[in-house]
């Protein structure tokens, strides 16, 4: 331990622990590991005995770790007779000493087990892994879902925002951290590390994670943004190899085009609201003259509606897509943003709105700002949405009150434009 | 050479985070912040509601705080008849449903509560801050009791031990730690930053803290250590103001000397056998040519003890110490040391060691080494146990069974000194 | 959020460095090492050489160091033969060659030779001791001058001011460095931790140093900064125990009430100027709105200046200075306003103002702003200046002009204030 | 400014130094400026006028730059009359005053200039890069030579290896850092991150640069070492796409197998033996249980001598080289080794090695081990060196002797192996 600079000690500490290696030799089999963990009274051994199950758990074969998954989903579920025992009496005498009782019954002792696993040095990341692995074996073992809404309740409590740390990523960030970043994209893939730079260095852009302090060198979610001036309206030309960097003083915009979950295993533990409102906040503090938060967003769910729709236009659209024709896309951009604004707008699943990103940003509070044609002409862009793409606005005046109307009934906000759009749309469609 | 770095980056974003100032001028009762937010559908308004919150209860007075405590305990408590049902139909059918209804139902809504208000910048620390202002009401309202145990239940999950990190305190520390380590030490006060010097600058001296990431500036306990040759037998002389420093090489022993928890609202979480066993291998990292390590610790319970002890020594002992007569103290060491060794292995409530301090060390796998006379003559030091300490060995190799034996059957270890002691003791009461 | 990370472990690296322990073992006596080192022709073995006679020189009586002051100044010393000649040749032919062999001959070998010196691992700081063991012998040797100017020389390229970082201090200042500030504090001594605690903790007080890459724990100089509602009549009012900090958005003045350098060894290279206008800089940036900087500063020559003055005005003051009677001090409060006022502005030592802080502070391009009377009661401030104090203004609009103008005609710029003062003083002086 | 991780944010300090923007609007000439920096008395404006200048100079084309390096060459040259006067002065009366007056005289105005150009925040990295711009047309303006003595003379004493720091580069060094390893990188060029990566990322993989604390994005060498199980024998092998890493502890050899400066504008300021020296110490402490610390080293002379000789063997190795035939010199390894071996022990550049590298590591006190053949088959390999390559030793106990050997002797080391080698081949040669 060196002497200096304390707090960056604390981080070192943090980062200094040791990796997995093998269980120290131990002969003990798993099973009689995991009972020891679950019945020792306290902290003594834990940590230990922590480390050697995590070791065992990297070495099993598919079979022993559903094996595994059963001990716990199974061998230490609740006792839902001792639960009713207990819940009638707290229920009869609320006191200290029956809520305990109420407490200790009503959590499967898995919990405990995952909490004393999660002692060991760099147990944390390593219990976000069993997960994905768990997540595999879901679909064909139904019987593990409550193991599985443990790990979620437990995740949900460790990765509390308040642990959250947000970092801005940038040129000066250390290559295992890049090298993540590249792997982890997954709306407009970053194809080599002179595509990387080209969206970290330029001074109009900017890229933030989420991380947690005690897996410091995986990020957890990360955004990309393009300062601007105006919305843009094509991801290419945000990409492009070849361009002049805006200057900071003539930006007034900031562009979200890209949002990133880093670990599957966590999915069901939403951070993107979080990253985003805080993004918001540190542009505005950095940069006070931007005056709109936006998004550059795909629709993936738009070829996939208008294959099911019937008429002319969408036919045509989904025909030139098809092909590929890039030509004649760029003809029906009318149409096409006709098509999108319509499908976002309407097309629902429940009550909801079928495509998952808008779902994702009108629930942050979000309204549908403006449709683009040609906005993303890779091959996956025309696959998903004929090129088309959509900007959502944050709106901080109106951030939360979008969220609760959206949260409560479904209210989904669109900005005059789109109203627009739609009207002149329906107009022309009853003419026609 | 350190390697890691981007990340002290990271520490310093939570280090930033803005202290609380008056809440943002709502008109919102708290009542209904507080049922804002619960009844949030996510993540979107809940950092700012949170910290409202917290900013308001900072400006409650006690029967305010009260009355929050009981909508806590009350208003947001678990219902019973809920979680009967729901245990009922996962008894009957567990399946993934089922038991996420069981989990919803069996805990109190206060729970997530609390998850929620941590999600506020810095609210950790509000929130250990909380409950210490709960446990100051909880004897007059055991009806809180229910509230405490989820605060506990919480706690536990956050400050898990993999989230922990130790760090050395010494002279390169920030004086707002080391302040901060002058506040909270509890078994021997340090005057004043000389003394303070005393203890961390010259090289045969140590201090190691625990530190949470989401409470970097609070130390959570911390241990100070001398390193001698052999163990020394007074306290006085390990902290004399003129001494000269061993020479690390002369080392073959480290002395835990005080060790002591700063949070008070942390009650209940146990951070002290954990640190001990870090220290202890935090040193022989650095210094592998030690190989003892014991503590100097206090009898907290001896007079007590003897008070109500029959027989002349302890009655003659009894009074000496009344009357802080250190010169015939001096006289009795041995007499002294017969009854504190006495006391110490078999003074008993139930079947554990009486002294809390025995219970402690004993608990974490320690054997009790050495007795000590004329150790402790500070005047509290004579009150409390006649100037008595104890030293109890970490003996690596035993660790885990003495521990064992404790925890499953209260098993005392002791040193042959010990056993020595007591033998000589009771053929010499049987001779007179 | 801050970008830069990897280079914290620089700093790291400036700081690991092993400090001097003892020779290794060599027998070769100083003036063969010294011979050694010089003679090296190149960097092989010279580290070690330079960490032999730093260490030696440790050991050293004053005679011998005497010896080895000489030996740098009479056995290192330039060959004014050998320069004659070279400048010679190089004013016939001017060449690489010959400008080489004239830089040569110029420098004398003890300049390579502390160069060299410097190479070992904590030898800057080594030989701004060093200078310091030189300072305390010139005077009796003035032979050695010429040496003392070598050390200038180097140190004022080595201390360049684009090499030194400015860092504030506060409360999360390493207790190392803050024993340093209240040790090396010149003007208004601290007396313990609460007083250092009062100076750097209030959100109305600021502490800013310099420091040197190669001396990261020594602070060169530090200047210590009330932030106030205009500006304070006095220094004791400044520092009360007792005082509620002023919300920074009430302070307009920034006022630097002390400034002392910490290197006794680096005498005669002035960094103060260079830290005022950084630290001004810096304010500036972090708080818009101050719009004064000035200083409250001593005048210590005025009681020895009024002591050598006739009339009755300078009688009568320096009477009750030396009595300490400060109630007819008080009493006395404009007399000695116009009597302070005057020595600054009239008193000279050959063109100069004859006060020194007044030659510092208007040499750096202040003025004279504002005379206090009552201004520091302290026994020493009574004693030097009758309790007066001064304020000069930076004026950052006019600095460079009023720098110019001193630097190149010794004018002494002051306030309308100072000047109606000095008017009306003058007025009654005649009507007298 | 931030207030935590108080040293490494004197690093921050360092780094946070505003670029050179344009020069603050100012009417002056270049000259006026300059005239200005030179005759200021003091700190006063210096800084401001100092950046002026730097961003002039970023600014002018080939021929400004020619008479700006004129103007320091000729108008700020040294008095030589002054010179010797002052010489003669303190020549008879060697005092304080004679010696500055001395001192004043034979340094050129234009030492002080720099410096004062120094003063600029971030000023050493472009005095670095004017220096690269004077060698540029050095060759053409030998008038020019002098003023590059001084710029040679400036940045010993400011890169006093007493300054520099060691840090080691790896994966977790910022991309920044890293994308000028690869710039830099002088003898085995590294193709993109994925080479970059195989040469950092293995865990027996080392890499090293020194930096210095005015230029802290900037390395100034750095040194490639691969962790081995003996002398490997060929640098392709070391660098291969595929090959499993030794486990540290099977390593016993440090290979030094390529070094680079990245400064040119530092020309003529060696760091190289510094930093090798450093980082055996580095790795002794890292991983004590190493025994030898060699190089890898190419053998760049080693064709162009070849082609000089007469002689059958060198024709023919001369004759495979030329057409590039890898499987005839792999034939020829014994001659090629002998004829490596005579070159580098037998051919004189004067009484020096003609091998470049040779004078290096021989200088540094290494001395030559073994000679490769087939080592470096890449086309620069076999075009320099027939693809032949040399390991030098360092031996630490005998690296002081071998120096001072070749330093004051032109003495060469070789081992028993080259000894042998050379002794067989004249054998042989003597037989045909």
Same mark, same amino acid.
């Given at each position: 331990m060196g002497r200096f600079s304390f707090f960056s000690e604390i981080v070192t500490g943090l980062l200094e622990r040791t990796p997995f290696?093998? @269980?120290?030799?131990?002969?003990?089999?798993l099973d009689a590991l995991c009972h020891a963990l679950l019945s020792g009274r306290g902290e003594i051994s834990g940590k230990r005995v922590a480390q050697d199950i995590l070791s065992r758990y990297k070495g099993l074969d598919a079979g022993e770790r559903l094996a595994f998954f059963r001990l716990m989903a199974q061998?230490?579920? $609740?006792?839902t007779k001792a639960v009713i025992r207990a819940a009638e009496a707290y229920g009869k005498a609320p006191t200290g000493a029956s809520y305990a009782g109420l407490a200790d019954a009503a959590e499967p002792p898995r919990q405990e087990f995952l909490r004393r696993l999660n002692q060991a040095p760099g147990a944390t990341l390593e219990l976000v892994r069993m997960r994905l692995d768990l997540l595999g074996v879901l679909h064909d073992h139904p019987e593990l879902a409550p193991l599985d809404l443990d790990f979620i309740h437990l995740f949900r409590s460790w990765f509390n925002r308040g642990f959250l740390v947000l970092r801005r990523i940038d040129w000066h960030t250390p290559a295992n951290i890049l090298e993540k970043i590249i792997a982890y994209e997954? $709306?407009?893939?970053?194809?080599d590390w002179s595509d990387l730079q080209r969206r970290l260095l330029p001074e109009d852009r900017r890229c933030f994670a989420f991380f947690h302090p005690a897996m410091?060198?995986? @990020?957890?979610i990360f955004v990309e943004v393009a300062l601007c001036k105006g919305i843009p309206g094509s991801v290419q030309s945000l990409l492009a190899e070849t361009r002049t960097p805006l200057p900071l003083a003539q930006a007034d915009t900031a562009v979200f085009y890209s949002i990133s979950n880093c670990q599957e295993g966590l999915r069901g533990i939403s951070f993107g609201n979080s990253l985003i409102k805080q993004v918001v906040e540190e542009l505005r503090q950095e940069l006070p003259h931007l005056d709109s938060f936006v998004t550059l967003s795909p629709i993936p769910g738009l070829m996939r509606h208008l294959a099911s729709q019937e008429g002319e236009a969408p036919r045509a659209i989904a025909r030139a897509a098809k092909a590929g024709d890039r030509k004649r896309l760029e003809a029906m951009g009318p149409q096409i943003r006709l098509a999108a604004a319509d499908y976002l707008v309407n097309a629902k699943r429940g009550a909801a709105p079928l495509d998952p990103v808008a779902r994702f940003h009108l629930g942050n509070g979000a309204l549908i700002h403006r449709v683009h044609a040609g906005a993303d002409i890779s091959d996956n862009g025309i696959r998903q949405s004929a090129g088309a793409m959509v900007s959502y606005l944050y709106d901080l005046a109106r951030v939360e009150a979008n969220h609760e109307g959206f949260a409560t009934a479904n209210r989904v906000v669109i900005s005059k434009e789109i109203k627009t759009l739609l009207q002149t749309g329906a107009a022309q469609g009853k003419q026609t």
């Open positions: 290696g093998a @269980p120290e030799g131990t002969d003990q089999t061998g230490m579920d $609740v006792d997954a $709306v407009h893939a970053i194809n410091l060198e995986e @990020p957890l």
